[in-house]
């Protein structure tokens, strides 16, 4: 709750801060999937033998090398620095640990994931549904194409800045994603297996008080009609209150206004929300799209889905200079599951209730509508995707932290100084630009 605090705090990196497991136990979690990734392909190489005559060698190979893959790309997005550690580290002569910038890091990370390509190209297994990834019988080419898709998105995501977003090799992302998943990634959840406890939060009848988060104003606030968000935005933050919006986007709103969306519902309750934690934090918007009962930990749980993916594509298209190709792209979530008019190369339709507005209630271009469709649809999804495209399309609350520290537990155990970012100093991010289109981009309206 610190972290949306306004103005954005700096980033508490000692081990006494209450809430400091979010950055250690992240930590911890991705070197200890590097660690029994490892672990396997170190067997491996040493001559293990898995099924008769090794029949199942290329299966686990290819698993290893994409979970190090995937565990170093997120130690990457998350942290300034990490330590690379493969199976050919020899962790047991290991004394003081090499911290690489999260570039390097990244670079490791694809190198793994291509390595995994490489083996699930040209093998042929289907993993277990019990024990690798949750109630998913996935084959070689399914691997591959996930381990695509996990690159497009470690190199849309990882830059810092929004000139860092722009230098992407947005080439190469369309390449990858044209490799990647052809339908949504949804491991199946149990109780005891995996749960995603993001959708808990979200869920409204699993425990009192019924809600444990709402939908930030600024995610569903573009999609208003009248000047409630308009307004909202013009005002002091300390004073800012929640509102009501009037909207055309069935996701938000069903036909009549305060009637529940697909994606959202409204509710006017916002009295369990603690005031002296900031009223502009309140809202009137609850999230149910995924997190109902236990819906949380039972079923399909998605965790990437082909709409984040044609949304990044829109956007590598965009950038390219290739903006009527992504008009399609943007508009298959937009029509289908907002109920909202196409756009156009201009955007939304010119026209009262057009969706998404600009901070001054003009009608978004298609710029606006592609960064709008990215934050709806992805709602509830994955919460970190919100952060790093916020990050690098500069809409970070001024002064937030643009990437994490090495923990203050490492720090401390290698009595190292410890260090910060965010609230003013280093790794700060800058007075956001809501309506302003990333240089080089070039569509009408910007």
Not at 13 to 38: F, H, K, M, P, Q
Request: hydrophobic fraction near 40%; glycine fraction near 10%.
């Amino acid at each position: 709750q610190e972290m949306s605090k306004e103005p954005r705090p700096a980033w508490n990196n000692t081990t006494v801060y209450v809430r400091s497991t979010t950055s250690s136990n992240t930590w911890l979690d991705l070197y200890g999937a590097i660690s029994l990734a490892n672990d396997g392909l170190i067997a491996l190489d040493g001559g293990a033998q898995l099924g008769p005559n090794g029949v199942n060698n290329s299966r686990a190979r290819a698993f290893a090398k994409f979970m190090q893959g995937v565990a170093h790309g997120y130690l990457a997005l998350i942290y300034d620095s990490a330590v690379v550690v493969d199976e050919h580290t020899n962790v047991d002569t290991l004394v003081a640990p090499t911290y690489q910038p999260y570039p390097k890091v990244m670079e490791a990370a694809i190198g793994m994931l291509e390595a995994s390509i490489a083996i699930s190209d040209t093998a042929t297994f289907t993993l277990p549904s019990a024990g690798w990834v949750p109630g998913l019988a996935l084959t070689n080419q399914d691997l591959a194409r996930l381990a695509h898709t996990y690159i497009a998105r470690f190199k849309t995501y990882v830059p810092r800045t929004a000139e860092e977003r722009a230098a992407v090799d947005w080439t190469d992302v369309l390449n990858e994603i044209d490799q990647g998943i052809v339908q949504d990634f949804a491991p199946i959840g149990s109780p005891t297996g995996l749960v995603d406890n993001g959708k808990r939060l979200f869920a409204r009848a699993n425990a009192f008080p019924g809600d444990q988060q709402r939908a930030s104003n600024w995610l569903v606030g573009p999609a208003d009609s009248l000047d409630g968000f308009k307004n909202w935005v013009a005002t002091p933050v300390a004073q800012r209150q929640p509102f009501q919006l009037v909207t055309h986007d069935r996701r938000i709103q069903g036909a009549t206004v305060a009637s529940e969306g697909t994606y959202f519902g409204y509710d006017p309750n916002v009295s369990w929300m603690n005031p002296t934690r900031g009223l502009y934090l309140r809202s009137f918007y609850y999230f149910h799209r995924y997190g109902t009962g236990t819906s949380w930990e039972n079923g399909p749980l998605v965790a990437i889905t082909l709409t984040e993916m044609n949304l990044i594509k829109a956007e590598a298209l965009i950038r390219l200079g290739r903006a009527d190709e992504a008009v399609p792209l943007i508009n298959e979530s937009r029509v289908a599951d907002g109920e909202l008019p196409p756009v156009d190369i201009n955007g939304p339709p010119d026209e009262p209730g057009c969706v998404p507005r600009k901070l001054d209630g003009a009608c978004g271009n298609l710029w606006d509508a592609l960064r709008y469709e990215k934050r709806i649809e992805e709602a509830g999804v994955d919460g970190h995707v919100a952060y790093y495209d916020a990050r690098g399309w500069n809409t970070l609350a001024q002064n937030s932290f643009v990437e994490l520290p090495i923990p203050g537990r490492e720090l401390e155990i290698e009595r190292r100084p410890l260090y910060t970012y965010g609230g003013g100093g280093d790794m700060s991010a800058p007075a956001p630009n809501w309506d302003a289109c990333p240089v080089g981009v070039s569509v009408p309206g910007c």
